[in-house]
């Protein structure tokens, strides 16, 4: 276990650093209360959303080096609850890497993203010596630097569609307006015919699997706007669609099914006319991908 020596306290950098060493004369350091140097930073996430508990990678930029090593803290907040994690830069530096777990409260529909806002809270310049086993972290003197940045929106799903371990693409599709607005999912193998019945289940959401064995090919899915009363739909419906591939990605896209739409009354010689096509995937063996239409 690294044996590291912070007289600076990394979980307040703003307010200063407490010491592990008591007989270290920096424990008292005092910081001036209004900032001398502001610097904006940029905060760049991996994507755009992740799993409650799910790691989620980033880097962060700043426009030029600082005159000494540098920690910077990144928080991941919500309305209740507070993430944080540091990222150091050395001397010079102007990007460095980090992880966090922007954890979220639970609850609410499983498909249905919950937000938190990802930034920089704050920087403490340093002077760090040693490595590896034994390493020190002395702060500046009167270093009073003051950094923040933009928030990034992330949304945290309560889950999301489990990486297959036969080598079968999963197909997602989730909706506003449930379950007033009732989604159907169909899956079609250009030339061949639909790849199993359409999913119906007149849930919150409806998903469709492309097996491993299936034929190569493109694959269109399209959905239908289930609705015995009205043959139009009379507002948008907003969509995401999830899906995960063997090869561990997992991705959505969220598009609009325009007011307008055609609807589908069970009518089976009308399920044609009334699909309307949502996405694209061109399977190769077990490579497969994905586009929105």
């Known amino acids: 276990m690294k044996n590291y020596k912070y007289i600076l306290s990394l979980s307040i950098i703003l307010a200063g650093f407490t010491s592990c060493d008591e007989d270290n004369e920096l424990n008292n350091v005092v910081l001036p209360e209004a900032p001398s140097v502001s610097v904006t930073a940029t905060v760049t996430p991996s994507a755009t959303f992740t799993s409650i508990g799910g790691d989620l990678d980033f880097d962060i930029t700043v426009p030029q080096g600082f005159s000494s090593d540098a920690i910077i803290q990144v928080d991941s907040k919500s309305a209740s609850v507070l993430s944080s994690t540091q990222v150091r830069l050395l001397d010079?530096?102007?990007?460095?890497?980090?992880?966090?777990?922007?954890?979220?409260?639970?609850?609410?529909?499983?498909?249905?993203?919950?937000?938190?806002?990802?930034?920089?809270?704050?920087?403490?310049?340093?002077?760090?010596?040693?490595?590896?086993?034994?390493?020190?972290?002395?702060?500046?003197?009167?270093?009073?630097?003051?950094?923040?940045?933009?928030?990034?929106?992330?949304?945290?799903?309560?889950?999301?569609?489990?990486?297959?371990?036969?080598?079968?693409?999963?197909?997602?599709i989730d909706w506003n307006g449930a379950p007033a607005n009732d989604l159907d999912l169909r899956g079609t193998l250009t030339g061949?015919?639909?790849?199993?019945?359409?999913?119906?289940?007149?849930?919150?959401?409806?998903?469709?699997?492309?097996?491993?064995?299936?034929?190569?090919?493109?694959?269109?899915?399209?959905?239908?706007?289930?609705?015995?009363?009205?043959?139009?739909?009379?507002?948008?419906?907003?969509?995401?669609?999830?899906?995960?591939?063997?090869?561990?990605?997992?991705?959505?896209?969220?598009?609009?099914?325009p007011a307008g739409s055609e609807t589908w009354d069970g009518t089976p010689g009308d399920y044609d006319s009334a699909s309307i096509s949502v996405a694209r995937v061109i399977k190769d063996g077990t490579t497969y991908t994905v586009t929105s239409l």
């Open 92 to 172: 010079g530096e102007t990007t460095g890497s980090g992880t966090i777990t922007p954890l979220n409260i639970g609850g609410g529909v499983a498909y249905e993203p919950q937000k938190v806002a990802l930034t920089a809270a704050g920087v403490r310049l340093v002077n760090i010596e040693g490595e590896d086993d034994e390493e020190t972290i002395t702060p500046v003197d009167n270093d009073n630097t003051a950094l923040s940045s933009e928030p990034v929106i992330i949304d945290i799903y309560n889950r999301l569609p489990a990486v297959s371990a036969d080598g079968n693409a999963v197909i997602l």
């Open 192 to 257: 061949l015919g639909d790849i199993d019945p359409p999913s119906q289940t007149g849930s919150r959401y409806e998903t469709l699997s492309i097996a491993s064995n299936f034929p190569d090919g493109e694959f269109i899915f399209s959905v239908q706007i289930f609705n015995t009363t009205e043959t139009q739909t009379t507002e948008d419906i907003e969509y995401t669609l999830f899906y995960s591939l063997p090869d561990g990605t997992v991705n959505l896209f969220t598009a609009t099914l």
